[in-house]
Structure formats: C-alpha cells, structure tokens
C-alpha cells in the first residue's frame, strides 16, 4: 500500500513538476519597460509565448497604465469604457489561454505613439525532459497482476 502511494506521488511530480517551472517571464520592452516611443512589435519578434509565461509591464506609476483589448480596439487605440486598467507600474499578466493577445496603454495618445502590443500565445510547451518514459511495469504471460521491473534499496 505505501509503495504504491509513494510510485503515485512520484509520478504525479514527474508529469507536472517540470509544467510548472517551465514559465517564463517577460519583461515588456526589456530594459525600455512600457513606454512611449519603442518598437513592441520588434521586442516580440523572435519569442515564443506560451500559455503559463507571464508579461511583465514595468513603467512609472501614474505615467502609463496597461489595458488588455480585442483587435479592433488595438487597430483603433480605443480603451473599452468597461474594462479596468493595471496601473501599478508594475504589472503582471499571466497567459491564459493561446491565441493573440493585444495590449494597449490608454494614457493620451500613448498608444497612437507606439505604446501597444499584440502577441500570439502557444499552446503549454513540454521540456524535453517530458518525453513519455516506458512503464517500470509489465505484465507476465498467464498473470493478471502487473510485474514491475525495477528494484527497491
């Protein structure tokens, strides 16, 4: 009974431990932070963003804000009246869901200058250490109880 529990624990770990420090953490325009006057578009070029990643927006507070917006209202740089925006400078979003994802900043005219971002979100990637690993079990010819193939200290 305790062995089993014990195989069951670890199992457990070794499928969802490595899922769970597999995020990454982006800081939005990297050293420039959210701000006016950068290329978004170009910071994004080249990373891969995957579900569980986090974007971090780090600005001045009060300077900026960051709302999460659909496309048309990135194309038109339009907050929606209903939503609200993180304004505390430093600002975290973990990606949900895959699919594309806009940001804006709904400060003046910000987001006409350049201040928005739009990504595209991936599906949770696997390290490649979570390729599957064959059972530590088998079954024997004429036996209905599994047999494991592996050896306890």
């Known amino acids: 009974m305790g062995l089993s529990r014990v195989f069951i624990l670890l199992l457990v770990v070794a499928t969802f431990g490595p899922m769970i420090t597999s995020a990454k953490d982006f800081i939005v325009g990297d050293q420039s932070g959210w701000t006016v006057g950068f290329d978004y578009q170009a910071w994004a070029n080249g990373k891969e963003f995957h579900v569980g990643d986090r974007l971090v927006f780090k ?36 990606l949900a869901t895959s699919g594309k994802k806009w940001y804006i900043c709904g400060v003046g005219n910000h987001c006409d200058r350049g201040q928005k971002l739009v990504i595209t979100v991936l599906p949770q990637a696997l390290p490649p250490s979570m390729a599957p690993a064959p059972f530590p079990w088998s079954y024997s010819k004429g036996s209905k109880r599994p047999f494991f193939n592996f050896k306890l200290p």
Do not use: M, R
Request: with cysteine; hydrophobic share 30%.
């Open 59 to 94: 600005y001045p507070a009060g300077a900026h804000n960051v709302y999460k917006v659909n496309g048309t209202d990135f194309q038109n740089c339009s907050a929606p009246l209903e939503a609200t925006p993180l304004t505390s400078g430093d600002d975290t979003i973990v």
